[in-house]
C-alpha cells in the first residue's frame, strides 16, 4: 500500500533525511586508504545516536552493522569489515537513520584516494543517473517515468543497471512500496501524487548488469567484478515537483 504523509510526518522524515545526510558529510571526511570499513561503521553508529537517532539497518533483517560499505564490484549490502580501503577503491556507502519512528536513506559512492578514469566515469554517470530520475518526480507522472529516465541515461553511457535492486517509498518503514525501478517503460506503474516519500537509487556498473550474491547471504557483486556504483536520495514529492530530504537543504 503507498501512502501519502502529511505535513508533520513528512516533518520528521525530513529530520531523519537530515541525520542522514549529516552522516555522510561527517564519514567523508574519514574515508582515506588505510581506515577499515568496520572503523566508518562505528563512526556513523555514534554519529546517528548522537543525533537521538537509530541506524534503520542495524537488525534489518539481522544485518550485523550499521551501514552497508560496498567497495569496488561490490554493488550494495556490503557488510563493514576488517578490510582497509585502499588508494583507488572506491566505497559505496548506504546510510538509514530512524528519527522518532521515521526513516531517512541516503547511499553515496566516494573515491578513495586518486582513482582511474574508468571509476571516475561510472561515479559521475551514477550520480547523473540518479538527478535524471529525480526530475521525473512530481504529481501527475508515473513510477515507470523515473525508472525509464534511469535506464535511457545508463544505457546511453553504457553502464549495466542492476534490475533486481529497487528504489522504494519510505515513512516509518525503511522499505515500503511502490517500488522504484532503474529499468521500465515511461507511462507505466502508479501515479505519482503529493505526500509520496520515495528512495530513487541507482545501481549501475562498468561491465555486466549481472549480479552474485556472496556467502555472507548479504553482499552483492557484479559477476563479472566490474566496478559498481550506487546513489540514493530520500526525496518528498511537493506540489510541483520533489524536496530532497537527505541534502543540504532539508
Ligand atoms: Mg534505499
Ligand atoms: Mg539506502
Not at 519510505?170 to 517503460?185: A, K, L, M, R
Request: charge should be negative; aromatic fraction near 8%.
Amino acid at each position: 500500500m503507498i501512502t501519502i504523509k502529511s505535513d508533520r510526518e513528512i516533518e520528521l522524515l525530513s529530520i531523519a533525511g537530515h541525520i542522514v545526510y549529516e552522516t555522510h558529510q561527517y564519514l567523508k571526511k574519514y574515508i582515506k586508504p588505510g581506515i577499515t570499513t568496520l572503523e566508518l561503521d562505528r563512526l556513523a553508529e555514534e554519529f546517528i545516536k548522537s543525533k537521538n537517532a537509530t541506524p534503520s539497518f542495524k537488525g534489518y533483517d539481522g544485518f550485523p552493522k550499521s551501514i552497508c560499505t560496498s567497495v569496488n564490484e561490490e554493488v550494495v549490502h556490503g557488510i563493514p569489515s576488517n578490510y582497509k580501503l585502499k588508494d583507488g577503491d572506491i566505497i559505496s556507502i548506504d546510510i538509514g537513520a530512524c528519527y522518532k519512528g521515521y526513516h531517512g536513506d541516503s547511499a553515496w559512492s566516494y573515491a578513495v584516494g586518486n582513482i582511474s578514469d574508468d571509476k571516475k566515469y561510472l561515479l559521475k554517470h551514477t550520480e547523473e543517473a540518479l538527478f535524471k530520475g529525480l526530475n521525473e518526480v512530481k504529481p501527475g507522472n508515473r513510477i515507470g517515468d523515473i525508472s525509464y529516465a534511469i535506464e535511457n541515461y545508463a544505457l546511453e553511457h553504457g553502464l549495466g543497471v542492476v534490475k533486481e535492486l529497487v528504489g522504494h517509498g519510505v515513512g516509518t518503514n525503511v522499505h515500503e512500496d511502490p517500488d522504484v525501478p532503474n529499468f521500465g517503460d515511461k507511462g507505466t506503474g502508479p501515479r505519482i501524487k503529493k505526500g509520496m516519500v520515495l528512495a530513487i537509487e541507482p545501481m549501475l556498473n562498468l561491465g555486466s548488469p549481472n549480479i552474485v550474491m556472496l556467502d555472507d547471504n548479504w553482499t552483492i557483486e557484479t559477476e563479472d567484478y566490474s566496478p559498481s556504483a550506487h546513489f540514493e536520495h530520500t526525496v518528498a514529492v511537493t506540489d510541483d515537483g520533489y524536496k530532497i530530504l537527505t541534502g543540504s537543504d532539508a
